[in-house]
């Protein structure tokens, strides 16, 4: 699929996926070590959420800013190095600041440079499908199941070998900042991207909202299993900490595997029902094994989990980018910018309930959440299907 593209524009898609990759890497490893910073500053699970929280509203803002003033005045290429720039460290902040006020504050700079990155990056994958007329959104996304997937045995690795996680996540950021010259190198120069029409700024249309909103939940609860399945499965399933990226790990394999096959199982049935029917299967198969409390039952059906759900965003997306009448980076930014809301409240919903109520409540909220979310995307792809393959 990727020979079919001329090379400029292929070797744009490899600086988005090899920079995606080494950034869930570094996430891969820092969600894992999740129970060591909350007992290292003896902060509770609320309090850790609220700063998930500062995380999404800062996300929130800066990705209108980005959709609508950064991307059109100096390209995808140099907002994905600006988000990067600023990123590099913050991992590491995150773990070295010993005081909770300055551990809240690193999740500022931590929110934009995501806005910039993820921005910068799904706006070039838009504009690349658009322009050669290919699906390559959800192998795009497999990056970062890739550097889940090798975040979480890494962290495995390193927890079992007893490194500190200041000197990991010091090496990580340097990384990081390598990685900005594949972003140089490949990246695709302003010159060669497409002409942006100016957007004046206006609510976002109602197919964005819809679609907007159903990201919303999907990144309001994305926690549950990213953040907290490393905590769940050592609390309340008493796991050995080495163990605690199992849930990531094979959630994120099955992630992976369906992104690969994206194309494939597409043709074979629909973006209905990979979209929605399978996300509701999925949801609905790891309710019950959630149910049956055995690890090694919840572990392998995380596999079938995340194959289920893993094309759900990259379809909603997408759909948005047919639907939309505006330009494709003021579609991404407002369906992104609805979207990541979820980060600002989900977080401080899904750490009250677990403090409250418990770590498996979520899990099994979850379930339900994700479970409706995919029934509702298909019933909207079946009702504008004509609109949507008119255009």
Same mark, same amino acid.
């Given at each position: ?9 292929? &070797? ?26 909350? &007992? ?37 290429? &140099? ?53 050669? !007329? ?47 010259? #594949? ?59 080495? #163990? ?15 992104? #690969? ?12 029902? +990979? ?35 893993? &094309? ?14 505006? !330009? ?7 369906? !992104? ?30 379930? +339900? ?11 909207? +792809? ?10």
């Amino acid at each position: 699929m990727l020979k079919e593209i001329p090379k400029i524009y292929r &070797n744009a898609f490899y600086s988005c996926f090899l920079s995606s990759f080494i950034f869930l890497l570094v996430i891969g490893v820092n969600f894992v070590y999740v129970p060591f910073n909350i &007992n290292r500053l003896d902060i509770n699970e609320s309090d850790f959420a609220f700063g998930i929280f500062i995380f999404g509203i800062f996300n929130l803002i800066t990705n209108q800013i980005v959709g609508r003033f950064f991307i059109p005045r100096v390209g995808t290429k &140099n907002v994905m190095l600006m988000g990067y720039s600023l990123i590099s460290f913050c991992p590491f902040l995150l773990f070295y600041v010993e005081q909770y006020a300055l551990f809240l504050l690193v999740w500022i700079p931590f929110g934009i440079a995501v806005a910039f990155m993820m921005g910068g990056s799904q706006t070039l994958i838009s504009l690349i499908e658009h322009k050669t !007329n290919q699906i390559l959104t959800p192998l795009y996304q497999s990056a970062f199941n890739i550097g889940s997937i090798a975040g979480g045995a890494l962290a495995g690795i390193l927890i079992w070998l007893k490194f500190t996680p200041e000197h990991i996540f010091f090496t990580l950021g340097i990384l990081v900042t390598f990685n900005m010259v #594949l972003i140089y190198k490949l990246g695709l120069s302003k010159e060669n991207e497409f002409k942006y029409e100016k957007t004046p700024f206006k609510p976002p249309s109602y197919d964005h909202l819809k679609l907007g909103i159903m990201l919303m939940v999907y990144f309001g609860s994305l926690g549950i299993i990213i953040d907290w399945s490393a905590l769940w499965i050592t609390k309340d399933l008493l796991a050995p900490p080495f #163990l605690g990226g199992l849930v990531i790990i094979f959630f994120n394999i099955g992630q992976l595997i369906a992104k #690969l096959m994206a194309v494939q199982l597409i043709k074979l049935t629909s973006e209905k029902f +990979i979209g929605g029917y399978l996300v509701f299967i999925g949801s609905t198969f790891y309710f019950f094994s959630i149910l049956l409390s055995d690890l090694y039952t919840i572990v392998a059906i995380s596999f079938v989990f995340g194959f289920s759900i893993s &094309n759900f965003v990259a379809i909603l997306i997408r759909f948005g980018v047919k639907l939309s009448p505006n !330009n494709i980076p003021v579609t991404i930014s407002n369906i !992104n910018s609805i979207g990541f809301s979820g980060f600002a409240f989900g977080p401080l919903l899904v750490g009250y309930s677990a403090e409250n109520i418990g770590l498996t409540f979520n899990m099994l909220t979850l379930c +339900i959440v994700w479970g409706i979310n995919g029934l509702v995307l298909a019933y909207f +792809i079946r009702n504008d299907q004509n609109k949507y393959l008119a255009k």
